[in-house]
């Protein structure tokens, strides 16, 4: 059974960061040939995108929090990263890692983990 495992998650100032880790097991194959996803859900809103990573390592942001996230990988580990750093409040949400790519896990909650949750408030 494929597990995804997020945490990290807190409350945090404004301007403040954090670091999410996911770790996955049971999967199929190598960690390493799974496109990476993290998707965030706001109280009342459907999911948004935040950031996919392939296997080679390059990776695409929303708009929204272009400049100040960034995701990674360590394949040895079987874990993926989001370091988030100048944290707004409309950053808050349940944040999910899920694998695959962009357009086939944000309406496919099934290849999402538990979450963690970020809450960004003074």
Do not use: H
């Not at 109280?43 to 990776?59: A, C, M």
């Not at 580990?77 to 944000?106: E, H, I, W």
Request: hydrophobic share 35%.
């Amino acid at each position: 059974e494929v597990q995804l495992v997020e945490s990290g998650g807190d409350l945090v100032q404004p301007g403040g960061s954090l670091r999410l880790s996911c770790a996955a097991s049971g999967l199929t194959f190598s960690f390493s040939l799974y496109v990476m996803t993290w998707v965030r859900q706001a109280p009342g809103k459907g999911p948004e995108w935040v950031s996919t990573i392939n296997t080679s390592g390059d990776s695409t942001y929303a708009d929204s929090v272009k400049g100040r996230f960034t995701i990674s990988r360590d394949n040895a580990k079987n874990t993926l990263y989001l370091q988030m750093n100048s944290l707004k409040p409309d950053d808050t949400a349940v944040y999910y890692c899920a694998r695959g790519p962009r357009f086939t896990v944000v309406g496919t909650p099934r290849l999402w983990g538990q979450g963690t949750q970020v809450t960004v408030s003074s």
